[in-house]
Each structure stands twice: as C-alpha cells, then as structure tokens.
C-alpha cells in the first residue's frame, strides 16, 4: 500500500486547528488522517522541522485549495454540531 503524502499546507493548517482549540482526534477524524500522524506533526512544528527547506514550490492555487479544505472540514464540524444540538432541543420539547 502507497504512503500518503500531503503538502506543508495542509500539515500546517491541521496543525492551526489544534492550536486553535480542537482535539487532536477530532481534527484527525474530520480530515481523515490518523491521530498518530496529526500528532507527529504537532511535535515536529513545535520543533520547527515541520516543513522542510528545500521542497519544491508550492503554488497558489494549491495553497488555496489547501485553505479551502480546511475551511470545509471546519464547516462540517460546525455543522454536525449544530445538528446534534438541535436534536437535543428536539426531544427536550416533546
């Protein structure tokens, strides 16, 4: 089985959303990689060895697709927790 690669944005933006508040294991399932991973990346960018000198360029349209990824798996997160709550409100009002 291939090895999955992803690009420095992507790893720094999974990075942002722990750093922003969100477990590790939710960040993990939202964009489909393993906590394991998710967390080796977290030490390497508290180390500075996260996105290596040297790679090749990266271009902007990647960079926005990789932002927009990152935007929508925090939309659906939003979204399902919206959706949970308004079934709790729904059965309390029953």
Do not use: C
């Amino acid at each position: 089985m291939a090895r999955a690669k992803y690009t420095p944005e992507f790893k720094l933006e999974a990075v942002r959303l722990v750093k922003a508040g969100q477990s590790i294991a939710a960040v993990a399932a939202i964009l489909k990689i393993a906590d394991q991973t998710l967390h080796n990346w977290i030490k390497a960018d508290k180390a500075g060895t996260l996105i290596r000198t040297g790679s090749k360029l990266v271009t902007e349209e990647q960079m926005e697709l990789a932002r927009l990824r990152a935007e929508n798996a925090k939309l659906k997160m939003e979204r399902d927790i919206l959706k949970k709550a308004t079934a709790y409100f729904a059965k309390e009002s029953l």
